[in-house]
């Protein structure tokens, strides 16, 4: 099923005018953004009511969702495979508009890294530490993030509520055999909940601060997570250095993200994290925060949570 | 398509099977790997390093040595037939005049990777001092390792026992490498991000996650994640994957050989003639290496010239020649420098002294031009370049080499801390982390190089002057002296912020 997009993508490279692909490798960022994030039915990881959201028509009519892996051929149209083809281009490459993101990433897979090996006593320097593990990836990363973790050993699921970002994942994924055997769902937390899938760690990041209901979904999280397994939830404090970086320095002066992607009224402080993860039955062993040096562009981890921070908490064994 | 595939390992099988030619003779150690060089079989490997040179084969001990990354299967692509028979140096006879400077900090490389113990096996000559001048007469410096704290300012090595000691360390470790003992013809990228595959079913085609695909000259083929150019100043990698590279040709080639004195010999002396330096290195027993740099008429002509002359020549550029000797000043009395007494280096009480005689010249003579090159980025997608393929510089310190043992040590580091958090190794922002730490210390030492080669280029009343206050500054100023050499033995990596 997955293994069949490849083959239908090149036959349709082979066949498809060129000039298409060609034009602009970087589509309006808005868009692209809007894209990935809301889809085409404006649902966020959670079935709980999303907030009024601003109505707009994504690119392209998607059909809905028609259920966990939808990945169907004969539901594809060429004109939508061209233009997955093309997100996923600029999605994927690390110089691209996407680069915070990427740059991002190491410095996430560090942390999880070490708080992973040390909870489920593996070794470090293994280079796939975390063989035999399931994982599950709730969030709109596209992959960035399940497909390290896949290279790492484990067994990682990857979800997400917009078919698009599915796909995207998908067709990536597929180019490695190593990171192949990753289970894209496009489905929410709840629904997994419901299907009474279980994981050893619960990765959510820079989820929480898009969801409606963030208590509701740190319970459904919890849900997922195995009795002492790991749940590790990363994103922006609520606070004013956050407002200042985040929103302000990320929005409207680098232009990382379009404007509106984060409201500061939806980021949780570290306490109130702590606290709704505490209701749910997991314990926050230890935090995190995430430092720019905008001299080398990279990311590092650090002790101030007050912008960007990543927790990671236990399952406290319950009754 | 079972049938196909059915037969394909088919083949596959009775290929291994088939008998392997025995390509040595002696008991040197062999390279355990199956005969890789059939065409039409398309090899997988994570890495492919062209170039089985010693900054390429330092690589692949590096990745060896490493938990992280000893599991990554290396191809090393080289025609030299030395790798792939196993090479057995002769410990006696004279020295070979093709000789690296070894600072301490790539000694400590060499030892991290297990590949020191070797080199101490072969002819090797720890020097502790080091003199350098000039023709004008008006200033000399001493350095001294006792200055530093240290016990050797460096070690000089031949070449060839530097590259059969990372041949034999490596041996001696199961790293799942492969030689392909050929060289490289093409380089295919999947042009798009998403696979879209080979054109031609005919000519196999690399595996998902593969993207490279290398063509050698004996038709065979191999795929690889990653590909790490480390052929050398004239890299093919580089040629292929198009990066654009700045440079100059200095106006000088330099005659390299061997020469014997009656005494032995601990001491560096590099002194400074109008044409060139002129560098005497100790390298085992009473032999020295020379390497002298001039213009290319006179390398042409001492290149030829009889051998009484040549030694004449290199006495007289060592000695009298071109200016005199200069004063070496008295006990700790630094002239002008004389309030810094309390701190004054044991190097600076020192008197100037004559390099010994050379009387016997024992190897031939090499000679080859001098340039200054540098490409404009190290490493792009999936393509990545070290040591000279990168950069080459003047030998006028020694540098060259260890600057390429700099970049094998920081890229393996890169590619491990990339494989613990799950990175694909052929990743751009992966290769330029490294790109970002290499190329600000080669530029940094470039361009030092580069400030003295022309600095001592030209014959200028003023500009001598300045160069002798320069070897005074250098002498009696002990924390210059320090920093100087620390920065040369590669112990901090930028000249001025460490």
Same mark, same amino acid.
């Given at each position: 099923?997955?293994?069949?997009?490849?083959?239908?993508?090149?036959?349709?490279?082979?066949?498809?005018?060129?000039?298409?692909?060609?034009?602009?490798?970087?589509?309006?960022?808005?868009?692209?953004?809007?894209?990935?994030?809301?889809?085409?039915?404006?649902?966020?990881?959670?079935?709980?009511?999303?907030?009024?959201?601003?109505?707009?028509?994504?690119?392209?009519?998607?059909?809905?969702?028609?259920?966990?892996?939808?990945?169907?051929?004969?539901?594809?149209?060429?004109?939508?495979?061209?233009?997955?083809?093309?997100?996923?281009?600029?999605?994927?490459?690390?110089?691209?508009?996407?680069?915070?993101?990427?740059?991002?990433?190491?410095?996430?897979?560090?942390?999880?890294?070490?708080?992973?090996?040390?909870?489920?006593?593996?070794?470090?320097?293994?280079?796939?530490?975390?063989?035999?593990?399931?994982?599950?990836?709730?969030?709109?990363?596209?992959?960035?993030?399940?497909?390290?973790?896949?290279?790492?050993?484990?067994?990682?699921?990857?979800?997400?509520?917009?078919?698009?970002?599915?796909?995207?994942?998908?067709?990536?994924?597929?180019?490695?055999?190593?990171?192949?055997?990753?289970?894209?769902?496009?489905?929410?937390?709840?629904?997994?909940?419901?299907?009474?899938?279980?994981?050893?760690?619960?990765?959510?990041?820079?989820?929480?601060?898009?969801?409606?209901?963030?208590?509701?979904?740190?319970?459904?999280?919890?849900?997922?997570?195995?009795?002492?397994?790991?749940?590790?939830?990363?994103?922006?404090?609520?606070?004013?250095?956050?407002?200042?970086?985040?929103?302000?320095?990320?929005?409207?002066?680098?232009?990382?993200?379009?404007?509106?992607?984060?409201?500061?009224?939806?980021?949780?402080?570290?306490?109130?994290?702590?606290?709704?993860?505490?209701?749910?039955?997991?314990?926050?062993?230890?935090?995190?925060?995430?430092?720019?040096?905008?001299?080398?562009?990279?990311?590092?981890?650090?002790?101030?949570?007050?912008?960007?921070?990543?927790?990671?908490?236990?399952?406290?064994?319950?009754? | 398509?079972?049938?196909?595939?059915?037969?394909?390992?088919?083949?596959?099988?009775?290929?291994?099977?088939?008998?392997?030619?025995?390509?040595?003779?002696?008991?040197?150690?062999?390279?355990?790997?199956?005969?890789?060089?059939?065409?039409?079989?398309?090899?997988?490997?994570?890495?492919? /390093?062209?170039?089985?040179? =010693?900054?390429? =084969?330092?690589?692949?001990?590096?990745?060896?040595?490493?938990?992280?990354?000893?599991?990554?299967?290396?191809?090393?692509?080289?025609?030299?037939?030395?790798?792939?028979?196993?090479?057995?140096?002769?410990?006696?006879?004279?020295?070979?005049? @093709?000789?690296?400077?070894?600072?301490?900090?790539?000694?400590?490389?060499?030892?991290?990777?297990?590949?020191?113990?070797?080199?101490?096996?072969?002819?090797?000559?720890?020097?502790?001092?080091?003199?350098? $001048?000039?023709?004008?007469?008006?200033?000399?410096?001493?350095?001294?390792?006792?200055?530093?704290?240290?016990?050797?300012?460096?070690?000089?090595?031949?070449?060839?026992?530097?590259?059969?000691?990372?041949?034999?360390?490596?041996?001696?470790?199961?790293?799942?490498?492969?030689?392909?003992?050929?060289?490289?013809?093409?380089?295919?990228?999947?042009?798009?991000? =998403?696979?879209?595959?080979?054109?031609?079913?005919?000519?196999?085609?690399?595996? @998902?996650?593969?993207?490279?695909?290398?063509?050698?000259?004996?038709?065979?083929?191999?795929?690889?994640?990653?590909?790490?150019?480390?052929?050398?100043?004239?890299?093919?990698?580089?040629?292929?994957?198009?990066?654009?590279?700045?440079?100059?040709?200095?106006?000088?080639?330099?005659?390299?050989?061997?020469?014997?004195?009656?005494?032995?010999?601990?001491?560096?002396?590099? @002194?400074?003639?109008?044409?060139?330096?002129?560098?005497?290195?100790?390298?085992?027993?009473?032999?020295?290496?020379?390497?002298?740099? =001039?213009?290319?008429?006179?390398?042409?002509?001492?290149?030829?010239?009889?051998?009484?002359?040549?030694?004449?020549?290199?006495?007289?550029?060592?000695?009298?020649?071109?200016?005199?000797?200069?004063?070496?000043?008295?006990?700790?009395?630094?002239?002008?420098?004389? $309030?810094?007494?309390?701190?004054?280096?044991?190097?600076?009480?020192?008197?100037?002294?004559?390099?010994?005689?050379?009387?016997?010249?024992?190897?031939?003579?090499?000679?080859?031009?001098?340039?200054?090159?540098?490409?404009?980025?190290?490493?792009?997608?999936?393509?990545?370049?070290?040591?000279?393929?990168?950069?080459?510089?003047?030998?006028?310190?020694?540098?060259?080499?260890?600057?390429?043992?700099?970049?094998?040590?920081?890229?393996? @580091?890169? /590619?491990?801390?990339?494989?613990?958090?799950?990175?694909?190794?052929?990743?751009?922002?992966?290769?330029?982390?490294?790109?970002?730490?290499?190329?600000?210390?080669?530029?940094?030492?470039?361009?030092?190089?580069?400030?003295?080669?022309?600095?001592?280029?030209?014959?200028?009343?003023?500009?001598?002057?300045?160069?002798?206050?320069?070897?005074?500054?250098?002498?009696?100023?002990?924390?210059?002296?320090?920093?100087?050499?620390?920065?040369?033995?590669?112990?901090?990596?930028?000249?001025?912020?460490?």
């Amino acid at each position: 099923m997955a293994s069949k997009l490849p083959n239908q993508l090149r036959a349709l490279y082979a066949s498809t005018t060129r000039h298409r692909l060609l034009s602009p490798r970087f589509p309006n960022l808005n868009e692209v953004f809007r894209d990935l994030l809301l889809g085409s039915n404006g649902r966020l990881f959670s079935d709980a009511p999303s907030p009024p959201q601003v109505s707009f028509s994504p690119s392209t009519p998607v059909p809905p969702p028609s259920g966990p892996n939808t990945s169907a051929p004969s539901s594809l149209n060429q004109k939508e495979l061209v233009e997955f083809f093309a997100s996923a281009e600029t999605w994927w490459d690390s110089e691209g508009p996407f680069r915070p993101l990427h740059a991002m990433n190491p410095t996430r897979l560090a942390f999880i890294r070490s708080t992973l090996c040390r909870h489920f006593g593996r070794d470090p320097c293994s280079p796939r530490a975390f063989e035999g593990l399931k994982f599950v990836d709730v969030g709109w990363c596209g992959g960035i993030l399940s497909e390290p973790l896949a290279r790492m050993g484990a067994t990682v699921t990857g979800v997400d509520a917009v078919e698009k970002n599915i796909k995207i994942a998908r067709l990536h994924a597929d180019l490695d055999p190593l990171t192949s055997t990753i289970e894209y769902c496009c489905t929410t937390a709840e629904k997994l909940v419901e299907e009474q899938r279980n994981f050893d760690a619960v990765i959510s990041l820079e989820v929480i601060e898009h969801v409606a209901d963030p208590a509701e979904f740190c319970k459904s999280l919890a849900a997922l997570t195995v009795a002492n397994g790991a749940t590790v939830i990363s994103t922006i404090n609520r606070s004013m250095r956050a407002y200042a970086t985040a929103i302000v320095a990320a929005e409207y002066i680098l232009h990382w993200l379009p404007k509106g992607t984060h409201q500061w009224s939806s980021f949780l402080t570290s306490d109130e994290l702590v606290l709704i993860l505490q209701r749910a039955s997991i314990s926050v062993k230890e935090m995190a925060g995430f430092a720019y040096n905008p001299l080398t562009g990279r990311w590092s981890l650090s002790d101030d949570i007050s912008v960007n921070f990543i927790a990671y908490g236990t399952k406290t064994t319950s009754e | 398509m079972n049938r196909l595939i059915e037969r394909k390992i088919a083949e596959n099988v009775y290929r291994l099977k088939a008998p392997k030619k025995n390509l040595c003779t002696d008991t040197t150690a062999k390279v355990p790997s199956s005969n890789p060089g059939q065409p039409g079989q398309v090899h997988q490997h994570d890495i492919a /390093i062209v170039g089985g040179g =010693m900054v390429g =084969m330092a690589l692949a001990c590096s990745l060896a040595s490493m938990l992280l990354t000893k599991h990554l299967s290396v191809a090393i692509i080289d025609s030299n037939p030395a790798l792939f028979n196993g090479v057995g140096v002769k410990k006696e006879g004279t020295p070979d005049p @093709r000789v690296s400077t070894v600072t301490p900090a790539t000694i400590s490389f060499f030892k991290d990777i297990g590949a020191w113990k070797y080199v101490e096996d072969n002819r090797h000559a720890y020097f502790d001092k080091m003199q350098v $001048w000039d023709y004008t007469g008006l200033g000399y410096t001493r350095y001294n390792a006792r200055d530093v704290n240290k016990d050797v300012l460096g070690c000089v090595v031949e070449n060839r026992v530097l590259h059969s000691s990372l041949l034999s360390c490596i041996q001696s470790t199961d790293f799942p490498k492969t030689i392909y003992p050929s060289k490289l013809m093409t380089l295919h990228q999947n042009s798009s991000s =998403m696979g879209v595959g080979s054109t031609s079913s005919a000519s196999p085609s690399c595996e @998902r996650g593969h993207p490279v695909k290398l063509d050698l000259s004996d038709g065979s083929s191999l795929c690889a994640k990653l590909v790490v150019g480390a052929d050398g100043s004239k890299s093919r990698v580089r040629e292929l994957a198009g990066f654009k590279t700045t440079g100059w040709n200095y106006s000088q080639s330099a005659i390299i050989c061997t020469v014997e004195h009656s005494v032995e010999n601990h001491c560096a002396w590099q @002194r400074f003639l109008p044409a060139g330096p002129i560098a005497l290195l100790p390298v085992g027993d009473n032999f020295s290496n020379i390497v002298w740099t =001039m213009n290319p008429k006179e390398a042409a002509d001492r290149k030829v010239m009889n051998e009484g002359d040549f030694l004449k020549d290199v006495n007289y550029a060592l000695d009298y020649g071109y200016g005199p000797h200069p004063r070496s000043s008295t006990l700790g009395n630094g002239g002008i420098f004389s $309030w810094l007494k309390p701190d004054v280096t044991l190097s600076a009480n020192e008197s100037f002294e004559v390099p010994p005689k050379v009387v016997k010249l024992a190897s031939e003579r090499m000679a080859f031009p001098l340039s200054l090159m540098h490409a404009n980025n190290y490493a792009s997608k999936h393509v990545v370049l070290i040591g000279d393929a990168a950069h080459t510089v003047h030998p006028l310190a020694g540098q060259g080499v260890n600057l390429g043992f700099g970049d094998a040590s920081s890229l393996s @580091r890169v /590619i491990a801390e990339g494989i613990a958090v799950g990175t694909d190794i052929g990743e751009v922002s992966l290769l330029k982390k490294y790109e970002a730490e290499r190329k600000l210390e080669n530029i940094a030492m470039m361009a030092v190089l580069d400030g003295i080669q022309k600095a001592y280029s030209v014959d200028f009343g003023p500009l001598n002057i300045l160069r002798a206050a320069a070897f005074h500054g250098a002498n009696y100023i002990s924390p210059l002296k320090r920093s100087i050499i620390s920065y040369a033995s590669g112990e901090q990596r930028l000249p001025i912020f460490s």
